[in-house]
């Protein structure tokens, strides 16, 4: 039984201000850890600040975030929501 998401976190965060005036970069020291203990190579870490740069030009030229398509979706009408089995956690959990 699989249950959740893969995900990667690549360790630098975009922070902006509430008003989207101005942001700051966080974990940068992180970043720099994981390229130092092989983690990351440098053509990926070049690769994250490339994303983050691209983030930052899109938020504050007013781009947002969320592709458009998603703000006039609704879930099918005829869907089958589905019920969690019995004691599901404690079977990711293991023995």
Known sequence: LVIGFE??????DVVF???LSSWELKDEDELA???KIG????QKVKDIYAAAKEAIQDITSG??????KWSSWVPPKARVIL????????QIMGP
């Open 17 to 19: 201000h509430p008003d």
């Open 33 to 35: 850890d994981a390229l």
């Open 39 to 42: 983690l990351y190579g440098d």
């Open 63 to 68: 781009k947002s975030p969320i592709s458009k």
């Open 7 to 12: 995900t990667e976190d690549y360790l630098l």
């Open 83 to 90: 019920e969690m089995p019995e004691n599901w956690d404690s």
